[in-house]
């Protein structure tokens, strides 16, 4: 028995130890709010800067400590430290300000700040050391958001450890009433290694001269770079008065890519970068401000007054963590001649009302004397006091609208795509369905292939239709039905094709198609027997401007009328034509040998506009990506491929706000990603959802067409077959039927959800938002801290276990038996409060056991029972 208790006493000290490790990261939060300046009652209503989100996260509260400034165009300055000492990584911003009273703020990150009062006048510096912006924001501006996985890594060895907020008061009437002012922003950070470290790449001009009176000044900066990969997602501009437009790029075997344009005129908050940028080694980064000495006597050089000049280009990237840079320049012109190649967008002004532009400036009549010493150090200085500009007028540029429509179309994407299954549209007799659209009235329009069927013997080796014999399809193979009920709404197409494939619809209801046998592009009304406009040469493949070889799918910009069409099985390009048919231009080539490049195309099979941003996306079918291109130029601008994606990708499709769908082809023989739907953010690629039939499975998904309310349509053309899929929101607890158990998903969706809703809103009261992202932070960490918890908790119950099970065997071994002294298991616990058998019952793994194994069968059951896949790509 004495060998019992000590062991027992031995087991709770392990115990007590565990726990007490709980307690120790908090711990640094204690020990900092000791320490630490107190937050004003009067602002927050309490004084504590630091919250915890359970191990691993915490919110860090940065704040004016009440100030009321009280002149114009003050800027003051405070600094916070970092509350622990180990890395940690700044995930997210929360901007606590009101239009009223600020008009901006910048946080940076340092070492040693330039004052150790509780609040100094910015004119004594930010830091004494280098310094690092990490957040801007401004009137009028849209926030700065991290992408997932991105953090700003701060503290440890390398970090910075204290941060310094520097808010511009610009106009103080709103301070009359003397109340006391306690803007700033909050830091989500977690101690989570965060795969992807943000940093900034400054590009800056040291040695322009802008003489008096000359109308255009071109200050260009270009510098190779030569590190590792980084990816671009914003930039902000900077230059003083005479500034008329600064433009970035990035430079790539002679192709200019634009990163961003802005008018620094404008509101200089760091603006999303609209089509995702990487940079990779030896690529050039450009940048061109363009100036205008109208107006001066004497010359205007670089400098850190307001009556000099400066040409700054920001850009704020993510690099992988164990390659990660927190900080770049690029002072010099390496190449001035490739300047003469920039495109011309980037030599035009862009307009602000004069109105604006006095506003903007009215603070800034009187220069002030700055040392000169360090440009650099200038210029960082300089960042503190460039900021004024108010655009009140809610038309003050396209850029600006721009930015916010951006930001207006990331969108809550925490939903999942189901089949409709009460939808009766998967009976309809069709032919094989080669293209889906939905019409202005949101109809789904459906083209099919009647009785006609292709396959081997379609085409002869110079993909010449073989089977003209039979003349035209007789079925009407353009049908509309109501997407709610599949009912029959119209129908047309007869005698008319041989081969259907692509399909779209225009603004006008017009429907844009394309036959393969034929190897031409029809526009049809929607009442109309006859086509209204035909390009290519019927039954004549071809690879010049007059012909197509098996044209794929068609679309038509609903802005300015141009039809772009993927040509196709046969041809490796993309044709541009005006609205009335005549050809325009055309990209793309075959994909040669290794890894596809971009705007090769190994069949372009299907194309999503993307109007709103000036983009086509195209399904590159055999190489198992999407690309995407702009629309005036053919000029690439990104890919998105996955590995889910498997080889094959065949149909795209784009929703106004953001969403990108698709789906994908069969396996091949030993690959396991299987077929599905794939729905992605179109800003960062990323996939957020996939979903597959319930009913029927998918045999060869051909063409995808999505609306605004996530209503996704599918249509195969082996099955013959039209699926229809629905969003369904994330319910607390959303019952799902899987190998015939019934399993209760998890509130973690719900949490992403609650989450985000409640980072949209803006709330004036500083304490509720603190305490709501605190709320909410702590549900979304508590799925990790239990697992943590609930692991930590079972070790000395299964240690205690293992030293009864060792005294029940020792006391058998001495006493030659089982004896009375023996310990019941069930007895023991039985014998304590609260025991009930039903607790370990829960413990059982057998069911879900069971269902994991009966999902893996099911699931390599029909890997191995598809369908070979067909011996040419040209078969569907």
Same mark, same amino acid.
């Given at each position: 028995m004495?060998?019992?208790v000590?062991?027992?006493?031995?087991?709770?000290?392990?115990?007590?130890?565990?726990?007490?490790?709980?307690?120790?990261?908090?711990?640094?939060?204690?020990?900092?709010?000791?320490?630490s300046?107190?937050?004003?009652?009067?602002?927050?209503?309490?004084?504590?800067?630091?919250?915890?989100?359970?191990?691993?996260?915490?919110?860090l509260?940065?704040?004016?400590p009440?100030?009321?400034?009280?002149?114009?165009?003050?800027?003051?300055?405070?600094?916070?430290?970092?509350?622990?000492?180990?890395?940690?990584?700044?995930?997210?911003?929360?901007?606590?300000?009101?239009?009223?009273?600020?008009?901006?703020?910048?946080?940076f990150?340092?070492?040693?700040?330039?004052?150790?009062?509780?609040?100094w006048d910015?004119?004594?510096?930010?830091?004494?050391?280098?310094?690092?912006?990490?957040?801007a924001?401004?009137?009028?501006?849209?926030?700065?958001?991290?992408?997932?996985?991105?953090?700003?890594?701060?503290?440890?060895?390398?970090?910075?450890?204290?941060?310094?907020?520097?808010?511009h008061?610009?106009?103080?009437?709103?301070?009359?009433?003397?109340?006391?002012?306690?803007?700033?922003?909050?830091?989500?950070?977690?101690?989570?290694?965060?795969?992807?470290?943000?940093?900034?790449?400054?590009?800056?001009?040291?040695?322009?001269?802008?003489?008096?009176?000359?109308?255009?000044?071109?200050?260009?900066?270009?510098?190779?770079?030569?590190?590792?990969p980084?990816?671009?997602?914003?930039?902000?501009?900077?230059?003083?008065?005479?500034?008329?437009?600064?433009?970035?790029?990035?430079?790539?075997?002679?192709?200019?890519?634009?990163?961003?344009?802005?008018?620094?005129?404008?509101?200089?908050?760091?603006?999303?970068?609209?089509?995702?940028?990487?940079?990779?080694?030896?690529d050039?980064?450009?940048?061109?401000?363009?100036?205008?000495?109208e107006?001066?006597?004497?010359?205007?050089?670089?400098g850190?007054?307001?009556?000099?000049?400066?040409?700054?280009?920001?850009?704020?990237y993510?690099?992988?963590?164990?390659?990660?840079v927190?900080?770049?320049?690029?002072?010099?012109?390496?190449?001035?001649?490739?300047?003469?190649?920039?495109?011309?967008?980037?030599?035009?002004?862009?307009?602000?009302?004069?109105?604006?532009?006095?506003?903007?400036?009215?603070?800034?009549? !009187?220069? $002030? =004397?700055?040392?000169?010493?360090? +440009?650099? &150090? #200038?210029? *960082? %200085?300089?960042?503190?006091?460039?900021? @004024? /500009? !108010?655009? $009140? =007028?809610?038309?003050?540029?396209? +850029?600006? &609208? #721009?930015? *916010? %429509?951006?930001?207006?179309?990331?969108? @809550? /994407?925490?939903?999942?795509?189901?089949?409709?299954?009460?939808w009766?549209?998967?009976?309809? %007799?069709?032919?094989?369905?080669?293209?889906?659209?939905?019409?202005?009235e949101?109809?789904?329009?459906?083209?099919?292939?009647?009785?006609?069927?292709?396959?081997?013997?379609?085409?002869?080796?110079?993909?010449?239709?073989?089977?003209?014999?039979?003349?035209?399809?007789?079925?009407?193979?353009?049908?509309?039905?109501?997407?709610?009920?599949?009912?029959?709404?119209?129908?047309?197409?007869?005698?008319?094709?041989?081969?259907?494939?692509?399909?779209?619809?225009?603004?006008?209801?017009n429907?844009?198609?394309?036959?393969v046998a034929?190897?031409?592009?029809?526009?049809?009304?929607a009442?109309?027997?006859?086509?209204?406009?035909?390009l290519?040469?019927p039954?004549?493949?071809?690879?010049?401007?007059?012909?197509?070889?098996?044209?794929?799918?068609?679309?038509v910009?609903?802005?300015?009328?141009?039809?772009?069409?993927?040509?196709?099985?046969?041809?490796?390009?993309i044709?541009?034509?005006?609205?009335?048919?005549?050809?325009?231009m055309?990209?793309?080539?075959?994909?040669?040998?290794?890894r596809?490049?971009?705007?090769?195309f190994?069949?372009?099979?299907?194309?999503?506009?993307?109007?709103?941003l000036?983009?086509?996306?195209?399904?590159?079918?055999?190489?198992?990506?999407?690309?995407?291109?702009?629309?005036?130029?053919?000029?690439?601008?990104?890919e998105?491929?996955?590995?889910?994606?498997g080889?094959?990708?065949?149909?795209v499709?784009?929703?106004?706000?953001?969403?990108?769908?698709?789906?994908n082809?069969?396996?091949?023989?030993?690959?396991?990603?299987?077929?599905?739907?794939?729905?992605?953010?179109?800003?960062?690629?990323?996939?957020i959802?996939?979903?597959?039939?319930?009913?029927?499975?998918?045999e060869?998904?051909?063409?995808?067409?999505?609306?605004?309310?996530?209503?996704?349509?599918?249509?195969?053309?082996?099955a013959?077959?039209?699926?229809?899929?629905?969003?369904?929101?994330?319910?607390e607890?959303?019952?799902?039927?899987?190998?015939g158990?019934?399993?209760?998903?998890?509130?973690?969706?719900?949490?992403?959800?609650?989450?985000?809703?409640?980072?949209?809103?803006?709330?004036?009261?500083?304490?509720?938002?603190?305490?709501?992202?605190?709320?909410?932070?702590?549900?979304?960490?508590?799925?990790?801290s239990?697992?943590?918890?609930?692991?930590?908790?079972?070790?000395?119950?299964?240690?205690?276990?293992?030293?009864?099970?060792?005294?029940?065997?020792?006391?058998?071994?001495?006493?030659?038996?089982?004896g009375?002294?023996?310990?019941?298991?069930g007895?023991?616990?039985a014998?304590?409060?609260?025991?009930?058998?039903?607790?370990?019952?829960?413990?059982?793994?057998?069911?879900?056991?069971?269902?994991?194994?009966?999902?893996?069968?099911?699931?390599?059951?029909?890997?191995?029972?598809?369908?070979?896949?067909?011996?040419?790509?040209?078969?569907?």
């Open positions: 004495a060998g019992f000590s062991n027992l006493l031995i087991l709770l000290l392990l115990f007590q130890n565990i726990c007490l490790g709980f307690r120790r990261p908090l711990s640094v939060f204690k020990s900092y709010k000791d320490t300046i107190s937050l004003s009652s009067e602002c927050l209503g309490s004084n504590q800067r630091v919250i915890s989100f359970g191990l691993s996260d915490f919110a509260d940065i704040r004016m009440a100030v009321t400034p009280k002149q114009s165009d003050t800027y003051l300055c405070m600094s916070v430290r970092l509350p622990v000492d180990d890395e940690a990584y700044v995930v997210d911003f929360k901007p606590h300000a009101s239009m009223d009273t600020v008009h901006h703020m910048l946080l990150g340092c070492n040693e700040p330039s004052s150790t009062e509780n609040y910015c004119d004594e510096g930010t830091c004494k050391d280098k310094s690092n912006i990490l957040y924001w401004a009137r009028n501006a849209p926030p700065t958001r991290l992408p997932k996985g991105v953090g700003f890594r701060v503290g440890g060895e390398t970090g910075s450890r204290y941060f310094v907020l520097q808010v008061y610009g106009d103080v009437s709103a301070f009359r009433d003397k109340h006391k002012d306690c803007s700033g922003v909050t830091l989500h950070l977690t101690h989570q290694k965060q795969p992807l470290i943000a940093g900034m790449y400054l590009m800056m001009s040291v040695n322009t001269v802008i003489p008096p009176g000359k109308k255009v000044v071109d200050a260009d900066i270009a510098c190779h770079y030569k590190r590792s980084m990816h671009l997602f914003a930039y902000r501009v900077h230059t003083h008065r005479l500034g008329k437009v600064v433009s970035g790029y990035r430079v790539r075997n002679g192709q200019w890519t634009l990163i961003g344009r802005q008018s620094p005129q404008l509101p200089q908050a760091f603006y999303p970068v609209k089509y995702p940028v990487d940079i990779s080694y030896d050039i980064l450009a940048a061109r401000c363009v100036f205008s000495g107006g001066r006597t004497t010359e205007t050089h670089i850190g007054t307001a009556n000099d000049e400066m040409c700054n280009f920001y850009i704020m993510y690099m992988e963590a164990k390659h990660a927190s900080y770049m320049t690029c002072t010099q012109n390496t190449n001035p001649e490739m300047f003469r190649n920039i495109p011309q967008e980037a030599n035009i002004p862009i307009p602000v009302k004069s109105d604006v532009l006095k506003t903007m400036h009215g603070h800034h009549e !009187e220069a $002030k =004397d700055s040392d000169t010493s360090s +440009l650099l &150090q #200038q210029n *960082k %200085k300089e960042e503190e006091k460039i900021l @004024d /500009q !108010e655009t $009140k =007028d809610s038309d003050a540029s396209y +850029l600006l &609208q #721009q930015a *916010k %429509k951006e930001e207006a179309e990331i969108l @809550d /994407q925490d939903f999942h795509i189901e089949e409709a299954v009460e009766p549209g998967l009976d309809l %007799k069709l032919g094989q369905v080669s293209g889906l659209a939905l019409d202005p949101n109809n789904l329009v459906v083209f099919h292939r009647g009785d006609r069927v292709w396959d081997e013997n379609s085409f002869d080796s110079k993909f010449v239709y073989q089977q003209r014999g039979l003349g035209p399809i007789e079925q009407n193979t353009i049908i509309v039905l109501n997407p709610s009920n599949a009912e029959l709404l119209h129908s047309t197409g007869k005698s008319l094709f041989y081969l259907p494939h692509g399909l779209s619809v225009d603004k006008n209801g429907y844009w198609v394309t036959d034929l190897h031409q592009v029809f526009k049809l009304g009442n109309d027997k006859e086509p209204l406009l035909i290519g040469v039954l004549q493949p071809g690879s010049d401007k007059n012909h197509f070889c098996q044209p794929t799918d068609v679309a910009d609903p802005i300015t009328g141009s039809i772009y069409v993927s040509d196709g099985y046969c041809n490796s390009r044709i541009q034509f005006s609205p009335n048919g005549l050809y325009v055309q990209w793309g080539e075959e994909t040669s040998m290794g596809p490049r971009p705007g090769q190994c069949i372009p099979h299907s194309l999503a506009l993307i109007p709103d000036g983009q086509l996306c195209v399904a590159d079918r055999e190489n198992g990506r999407i690309q995407c291109f702009r629309l005036e130029t053919g000029e690439f601008t990104r998105i491929k996955h590995k889910a994606f080889r094959e990708l065949f149909a499709s784009y929703v106004p706000g953001g969403l990108l769908f698709a789906v082809g069969m396996p091949y023989p030993g690959e396991v990603e299987s077929v599905q739907g794939f729905v992605m953010n179109f800003s960062t690629g990323e996939i959802d996939n979903f597959i039939p319930l009913r029927k499975s998918f060869m998904p051909h063409d995808i067409v999505a609306s605004e309310d996530r209503t996704v349509f599918v249509g195969d053309v082996h013959k077959a039209v699926w229809k899929f629905v969003s369904v929101g994330n319910m607890h959303r019952s799902v039927k899987k190998a158990i019934e399993v209760q998903e998890t509130k973690e969706s719900e949490t992403i959800v609650e989450a985000r809703l409640k980072n949209n809103q803006e709330s004036r009261d500083p304490l509720k938002n603190v305490d709501k992202q605190h709320l909410v932070q702590q549900a979304s960490s508590t799925g990790v239990f697992v943590l918890i609930t692991t930590l908790l079972i070790i000395p119950v299964v240690v205690l276990l293992v030293i009864l099970v060792f005294i029940r065997w020792r006391k058998t071994t001495v006493y030659g038996g089982k009375s002294g023996g310990i019941n298991l007895n023991f616990f014998s304590h409060k609260g025991y009930s058998r039903k607790g370990f019952d829960r413990l059982s793994t057998e069911g879900s056991d069971q269902e994991k194994d009966e999902d893996d069968g099911t699931d390599s059951e029909e890997e191995c029972s598809a369908s070979p896949l067909p011996p040419a790509p040209s078969s569907s």
